[in-house]
Nanobody, 128 residues
Framework: QVRLVESGGGLVQAGDSLRLSCAAS????????MGWFRRAPGKEREFVAA??????????????MYSDSVKGRFTISRDNAENMVYLQMNNLKPEDTAVYYC???????????????WGQGAQVTVSS
């Protein structure tokens, strides 16, 4: 299994940028597809972004997916050599305020039910 720890959350103003980091432990990190989800106050957890696993060490490109609400503003990336996944968030909006969760899945998916391992979450607050 893999353990995930998020960091990089904080309080920012609308239009600012923030980068979330997710540190993964375990030798099998590169075998997992990774995703970011978020839960806003009073709402259910929703999909934000996903990036596929690296099947081979020679793979240089990754497939990514984004929710419509963040597409064009957020970028998910990973560094398998350092067991890290990132979420670069640009042009943040107040509606982006939420607890952001890093998650790992066997399959490449937008669905929460497909993710087996979750971090504890990082708070992102965007003021207007």
């Amino acid at each position: 299994q893999v353990r995930l720890v998020e960091s990089g959350g904080g309080l920012v103003q609308a239009g600012d940028s923030l980068r979330l980091s997710c540190a993964a432990s375990g030798r099998t990190f590169n075998m997992y597809n990774m995703g970011w989800f978020r839960r806003a106050p009073g709402k259910e957890r929703e999909f934000v972004a996903a990036i596929n696993r690296s099947g081979l060490s020679s793979q240089t490109g990754f497939i990514t997916m984004y929710s419509d609400s963040v597409k064009g503003r957020f970028t998910i990336s990973r560094d398998n050599a350092e067991n890290m996944v990132y979420l670069q968030m640009n042009n943040l909006k107040p509606e982006d305020t939420a607890v952001y969760y890093c998650a790992a899945a066997v399959g490449f998916s937008k669905r929460q039910v497909d993710y087996n391992f979750w971090g504890q979450g990082a708070q992102v607050t965007v003021s207007s």
